[in-house]
Every structure is written in C-alpha cells, then in structure tokens.
C-alpha cells in the first residue's frame, strides 16, 4: 500500500491528501476548490453547509466537478446529532432509541435509509455511528447517542447500522475509539480520562469496535480521550500505542484512521492544532478531521506546511504520510464501487417493486404504522410494536421513534383533546448536538392540536421555575418537557414542584431515562428527534 513521495510536489499533495477540513456557507468557496485541485480529497460538511436536499445535491456536485473521487463527508448521527437536518430535527431516532428497542434488522433499515438519502445527495462518508458503551450515566458528550450501556446490544447494532449504511454505498465511520461512553468531561472542552483496567476495556469499549471491524466498517474515528491503561502520556488520537498497536496490529483493523476534531480544546488547547496534527498521523492516523470551528484556508495551509515540515525535518517518516494519503485514496475508490453497486440494486429494487405493486400497498404500509403506534400507547410498554420489515422506506424512522417508547399512564389518564402548554425544562445543549436543532414535542402537539403554546425555562431554582411554568400554562393542561433529568438537579426540582401543584401534568423524557416514571402519562422517548417528538404526540392525543 505504501508509495514513497518522490519530490516536493508529491509531499505536498500527500499533505493536503489527509487533511478533512470544513468550510463556510452553502456553496463551496474558491479556496476549496483550488485545494481540490492541488491534492485536498476530502471535505467535511456540517449544518451551516445545509439548506436542503436539493442544495446539497448541488453542493457536493460542485465539489466533484473539481475532483470526481473527492470524499465528501458528514456528521449525521440521526437523532439528536444531525446535519442533514439541522433546522428541523431528524427524521430518525437516534442510536439510544434503536437500542431501547433492540431489533438488529430495524437499526439495519434505518442506517439503510439515512445512507440512501445521504447517498442521494452526494455524500459518501458519514462519521457514524457512535459505538461508545454509555456505561456513565452523567456522560455529558454521548448518552442518547449511544445504543446503550449494555456491551453486546451496543456491539450488534453497531455492526447492523454499519452493515445498512454500507449497503447504501456510504462508509460508516464507527467512533470514538477506544470508546468515550466512560468519561465525565466534553473533549469538546478538555482532555477526559478512563482509569480502568486494561482487562475492563477489552471486556467492554473494545467489543463494539471489534464487532464493527467484523461488519466491514471503512473507517475508524479515534477519540481525544487519555486511557491510561493502554498509554499514560498520549491521548488516543495521538498514541502509536492504541493507532497502531491496539487497533491496527492486535485488532486486525486495516481501513481508514480518522481523528476527531482537531480544534476540539482536548487537543488544540493541550497540544496546539499544527503538532497535534503530525503527531496523529504519526501514531497512525489517516487522516485529520478539521473545521468544525476552523473553517478556513488559513487552517488547511497550516496543517499542510506543518505536516510538510515535519516530514523534512525527521519527525514524520514520509513512508507514514504516503501510507495515510493511499489510505484516502483507497476509500475514495471503495465509495465509487459501493456506490455504483448501490444504485444498482436501488434500480433493480424498484423495476421489482413497480411490477410487484398492488392497490392495498399503501394502505398495508399505514396499517403497520397505525398498529404500531396502537401497541406502544397501551399500559406500560417497552420497545414494542411492529415486528422487523414493517419500517421499510422513508417510514422506517417514525416507526421506529414509534416503537421506542416506554409509556407508563395512570388508570384515569385520558388523551389531551385541547390544546395544552408545554413546558420544555431545557438544559445547555452539548457541542456535538448544538442547539440550532428544535427538539421536544410543542411543534407535533401544535400540528395535532392546533393553538398549544409552549415556554422555554433553562436553570436557575427549580422552584421559581415551575411557578412561572404554572403561572404561563394557566388553566391549560401542562406536558412537562426534560432531557437527561438525572443530570440536572434543577430539572429534577422544578419537575417535583410541578406535579405537587398539577398530578395531571404529562411528562416526556426525551434524554436517557434514569428517574422513576411520573405524572398522569410518562413517556419516555430515548431521544430528542423530530420523530421521537412526534410519536410522544400521538399518544399524548390519542391519535
């Protein structure tokens, strides 16, 4: 695989051949463009990229009329982390929610459908999925994002989300390895820590990586995590021992190597992007992951004469930077051949289905969904509702939000019939979420019933913030909104103080459910998705 660079030029494409960065705005500037041209392969899009589909049809058919084999790729979790999305919330329900109904073939479709329409406009590799074990419940960075804080669920629907999303002809990007589900502290913000034996990782954080490495994942997203069991002095992103030794030698993993973010303070603020960035490659990464927060050709002409220079002067063997570079290149072709291959089958697919069709397949279709909302609206429920292939086409979310709930009602509980005020208790959305995305489920009650109004409350006493809950909602009924109350002591007040003064109130849980259920009707969703929100509102509506 290994092709030495033969001259200046041939460096610095290899340079800018590694390099992922972002860029500003919903058309690709000139400065990409002219990189495109000098070697850069990559381009990592986000939701300031993305108006709609059509312009991001647009878009990444910009970039390939630079370089046809260029890797456009994205951050699209599904869930709470979308950016295909990003102004009106996910139309899939996110890993947490997939595991909560802990159904291989379902997790398999919708990663299906995700990739399809990723594919559709133009994007070929998706920095998903998270196959982090969320063994801490005050994780600040993962929780929904996770399927789960059980190993083996977690390790088979990571294998069955990079299955679909492969079929669809995009490369999954299984993350963050060695696996961030353990941590208290954002790498968004500072350098986070494991200390657990190196026997407690290989029993759990390593065993959805190597379930995902089995499943054919073409590439790996390291974590900016410092395991001090596997290495002591380095986080992962830039460890030879947990790059090269762990992932490549002992787990047999021989796809592409990607970073996190490098601008990310767990390594811009310890190490600085530029040293970062060669010492990653060292350690044996593939390529670096950047423009997140730096989106600018300043950034890639740093990062490129840094690892240039570093190539020159001995620190970075230039066989490492040619074996990184071919890595790219070899994706590149991967995604050409499985996107083809895809298109294909998608063409097949569809002559099969056409001449198959029948009046009573619409209705069919509308009668699984009907039966699966039916079966989680009734007593306490548990990931139930329609059984495998019921979520096939662009339904396969909604379905699936649909069979993820967890619902717990009083005997006198009726169906709201009026429109209600909601009251999202809203905490500080973490970096990797954003808080551009609208969540919650004031927007589908609105849909259903039409007139409910809704109110906003974020920290401070959580008494003082129920009474101007109670005090905004009047006579109306309230849904009481929360996400990861077990994390927020406020929340977990103002909640208390609520259902004192109104036991009628209706709770929607819309982050990982660690309190006991409350209130007239408790739903919870296992995620904040557009989806999640609308299938909580046909319960709560009886629709």
Known sequence: MTTLASGSATLTRDALTVLQPGFTGTSAPDWLLRRLGEGLASVGLFGRNIASPAQLGRLTAQLRAERDDVLVAIDEEGGDVTRLEVRTGSSFPGNHALGA??????????????????????????????????????????????????????ARHTAAYVTGLQAAGVAACTKHFPGHG??????????????????????????????????????????HILVPALDPDRPATLSRRILTGLLREELGYQGLIVTDGMEMQAIAGTYGIERGSVLAIAAGADAICVGGGLADDETVRRLRDALVSAV????????????????????ARWTASASASASAQASASASMAVSASTPDAASAAASASASASASASGGVSTGMGAGPGTGAGHDVGLVAARRALTVTR????????????????????????????????????????????????????????????????????????????????????????????RPDTIVVEMGVPQATPRGALHIATHGAARVCGRAAAEIITGH
Do not use: Q
């Not at 990663?111 to 998706?126: D, H, I, K, P, S």
């Not at 500072?190 to 089995?214: Q, T």
């Not at 551009?436 to 609105?446: F, H």
């Open 101 to 154: 109904v802990d159904d291989v073939t379902l997790t398999r479709e919708v990663a299906f459908e995700l990739g399809r329409r990723l594919a559709e406009c133009g994007v070929n590799l998706n920095w998903a999925p998270s196959a982090d074990v969320n063994s801490n419940p005050g994780n600040p960075v993962i929780g929904v994002r996770s399927f789960g804080a059980d190993t083996d669920l977690v």
């Open 410 to 501: 009083s005997e006198a509980y009726e169906p709201v019939g009026e429109p209600p005020y909601v009251a999202a208790l809203t905490p500080v959305a973490n970096i990797a979420v954003g808080d551009e995305t609208p969540w919650g489920v004031a927007a589908e009650l609105a849909r259903l019933l039409p007139g409910t109004e809704t109110g906003s409350f974020a920290g401070g006493d959580g008494e003082d913030t129920a009474v101007a809950a109670l005090t905004a909602a009047g006579d109306r009924r309230i849904v009481a909104v929360v996400r990861d109350e077990h994390r927020h002591a406020w929340m977990a007040s103002a909640l208390d103080t609520l259902l004192a003064a």
């Open 182 to 223: 353990d941590t208290a502290v954002d790498s968004h913000h500072a350098l986070p820590r494991i200390d657990v034996d190196g026997s407690v990782l290989h029993a759990r954080e390593l065993v959805p990586f190597r379930a995902a490495i089995a499943a054919g994942s073409r590439a790996v997203m390291s974590a």
């Open 312 to 331: 020159r002067s001995g620190e970075l063997a230039e066989e490492r930077l040619a074996d990184a570079a071919e890595r790219v290149r070899a994706l």
